[in-house]
């Protein structure tokens, strides 16, 4: 009877697959190229916070470890880098900013049931319409922060007329322009004008002739851009003359590229945290100070700070869950509605899984410095419809 006994647990025991000792997290991201100065920060964000639960006794009581593998900023090596982390045993994954860059290694994930998180992609794609049900992004949306601009501009500044100047090279700065188009005339203004250019473009005077023929200067510009473009159109704007309030969206966020365009004053752009040390919540000045200590210096922009976001928030769901199994994971993640973080509340649903509307701070430039002159959120989520254009 004893031998029986003895046998037939030896018997259970290798049929049933050891535990794991931790739980892993894969980061399919950019280290070098172009995309690495956008995925490092953010994911350097992402370790802190899992560094913080570890301390805090870990994950369903075990440790969360992470490995890395590098897409070279390479669409093509981005599938490689994802299917090199699950073969290395990641329970999720963390992919690049952009959707472009980081799709590829999402849906490697997708393919296996397991939860990706873009670190700060912005474009609806990333999630559930451009990869899965089981796809995040821990940023907010692009159109989200180009109808912050408008409402805010109109609340705040007495905006009435504003004038669309769009760079057309990526898919974020569309977003923007389109959260702009929604609801500057939906909050009662008047867009008198609209132009695109190229984010290499060496010159816009064409189109700033074309403002410039206006019968009246626009009270704002949304100008849809990013740096080096973004710099290159405001300092040329500004050349010819033309004053109106310059608006932008949360990739410009930063003082590193104020030198191209001396003593700027009137430009204004939302963030979801404040870099400059006068963010009102003491939680976001915390965290700019750990990532400091962790990488040696305080966050170039604000687009650090989704990768802690979307840590906490697997965290959550995971615990909750009792599991890190994808489609359980992503039911409870589709439950939460203004779940706390620490730079605000933050919603999905079983039909996006992105930010339609935030609280953002807004970042004003005046006199060569940035700085907090308050928060704004819009009355209204931003509609899936308007999204999917």
């Known amino acids: 009877m004893k031998q029986t ?4 647990a030896l ?3 290798l049929a049933t697959p050891a535990l794991a000792e931790d739980i892993t997290v894969g980061f399919a991201i950019a280290k070098s190229g172009w995309m690495e100065a956008y995925d490092t920060p953010a994911a350097t964000a992402a370790k802190i916070r ?12 075990k440790q969360i470890k992470w490995i890395e593998a590098d897409t070279k900023t390479d669409r093509a090596q981005s599938a490689k880098a994802g299917l090199q982390v699950l073969d290395q045993g990641a329970d999720m994954m963390v992919v690049s900013c952009d959707y472009d860059f980081g799709a590829p290694a999402a849906l490697a994930a997708e393919a296996e049931g397991k939860n990706s998180f873009f670190l700060c992609a912005e474009d609806v794609k990333a999630g559930i319409q451009g990869v899965g049900p089981n796809s995040f992004s821990g940023s907010v949306l692009a159109a989200v922060q180009g109808a912050t601009m408008a409402e805010w501009s109109m609340a705040e500044r007495n905006a009435k007329t504003g004038y669309v100047l769009l760079d057309t090279t990526i898919e974020y700065n569309k977003g923007i322009c389109t959260g702009f188009d929604w609801m500057f005339p939906k909050a009662g203004g008047e867009i008198v004008g609209r132009d695109t250019f190229k984010n290499n473009d060496a010159s816009i005077a064409s189109q700033i002739s074309r403002i410039k023929a206006l019968p009246q200067e626009p009270d704002v510009i949304m100008l849809c851009s990013y740096i080096p473009g973004a710099a290159a159109a405001v300092r040329q ?15 410009v966020d930063g003082s590193y590229w104020l030198d191209a365009v001396p003593d700027l004053s009137g430009f204004v752009l939302p963030v979801q945290g404040s870099i400059y040390g006068d963010d009102p919540r003491p939680e976001v000045e915390a965290f700019n100070a750990a990532f400091e200590k962790a990488s040696g210096a305080r966050p170039a922009s ?3 700070y989704p990768g802690y976001i979307l840590i ?3 965290a959550k769901a995971v615990e909750r869950a009792g599991s890190t199994e994808g489609a359980a ?7 939460m509605q203004d779940e706390a973080t620490i730079f605000g509340p933050r919603s999905f649903s079983d039909t996006l899984h992105h930010q339609n509307s935030a609280k953002m701070q807004i970042i004003e430039i005046s006199g060569a410095k940035p700085g907090v002159v308050g928060d704004w959120t819009i009355s209204a989520p931003v509609p899936l419809d308007v999204l999917l254009k």
């Open 5 to 8: 006994l003895i046998g037939s």
């Open 11 to 13: 018997a259970l025991a």
């Open 50 to 61: 899992i560094d913080e639960i570890n301390a805090n006794g870990g994950l369903l009581g």
């Open 237 to 251: 704007i500004r050349a010819a003359g033309i004053n109106a309030l310059i608006l932008n969206g949360s990739a």
């Open 302 to 304: 604000s687009y650090a």
């Open 312 to 314: 906490d928030l697997w």
């Open 329 to 335: 994971v992503t039911a409870e993640l589709e439950k």
